[in-house]
């Protein structure tokens, strides 16, 4: 999956900013996810847009408990 932001605050500090998402399917329970964020600031004084993958990270695991508890509830 890839998304490309291209209007929003987050446009004040970067030209460009893209969201690459990579799920591989490691066996038939478990997938491994890489997140990729591209991106090319306006300004040197720009933020690195660390926030942006604590973000990425929360809604990870936030997934990761959903799914775990579905998987749960189908084996009851």
């Avoid at 291209?6 to 038939?28: A, Q």
């Avoid at 990729?36 to 933020?47: F, N, R, S, W």
């Avoid at 993958?53 to 189908?74: E, F, G, V």
């Amino acid at each position: 999956m890839r998304q490309k932001l291209i209007e929003g605050d987050l446009m004040d500090d970067y030209k460009s900013l893209v969201f690459i998402c990579h799920v591989v399917p490691k066996d038939k329970e478990t997938s491994i996810v890489k997140w990729i964020l591209e991106y090319e600031k306006v300004h040197a004084g720009a933020p690195e847009p660390s926030a942006l993958m604590d973000c990425l990270l929360a809604l990870a695991k936030t997934l990761m408990i959903i799914t775990m508890a579905s998987r749960s509830n189908l084996n009851r």
